[in-house]
């Protein structure tokens, strides 16, 4: 009878095998952000501002800013809610706090965007605001590029340069809000598409991962 083979170096071999599926999996770009989310949000900020425009053109500045307010606060619900899902249930992630670290990345941009609004605000040059949030969303996606799929940066300069035509021409006021839910819609539905078609790769590689990770012995 032969003697029977130690199964110590076949269970370690695995062990290394599934340590380096894992890191390489780690390294991947980062899934958090929903592509669907972000083309609604978009759609959110082009009906206010068609709403805005076409039905409440009596609005005050205070009943816009309280409108488009509404539209930031919708969009992060929706994306922080789309975030946490995926944090929760992907079973690649497996709830480590860790993955959500490329969130730190959007921060600051939004952080700037949030004070110039106050100064904004406080000085009353609300006319400015459009421009300085297309900038700050731009820079958002731009902080993004290295953990999304590189496109995102595109989508960032179309923000930047849509903002720059903003604060650039004289006849443009916060009394037309078509331009903001324009830029938003079209920056946020190409967004969405990169991040939808990057996803579904992402997909068809968890569900081979999953299938062919060798089990413990």
Known sequence: MSPSVPLHPIHDALTTVRTLRRSLVSTERFKGWSGPTRILSGGIALLASLVLALFWEEASIFQE?????????????????????????????????????????????LAVGALFTLVLLLRKEVDLLFGIWMCMFGLTNLASRYVLPGAIGLVGIFYILAGATCLLLPGL?????????????????????????????????????????????
């Open 173 to 217: 006021s916060f009394a037309q809000p078509l331009a903001m839910g324009v830029v938003f819609f079209v920056g946020e539905l190409a967004g969405g598409i990169i991040l939808y078609a990057d996803h579904r790769r992402y997909a068809a590689f968890a569900r081979e991962f999953l299938a062919s990770e060798p089990e413990s012995l």
């Open 65 to 109: 800013l309280m409108v488009w307010a509404g539209v930031f606060a919708s969009a992060m619900i929706l994306n922080l809610g789309a975030l946490l899902y995926w944090f929760l249930n992907d079973r690649l992630v497996k709830k480590d706090v860790a993955r959500l670290k490329p969130i730190l990345d959007v921060i600051p941009p």
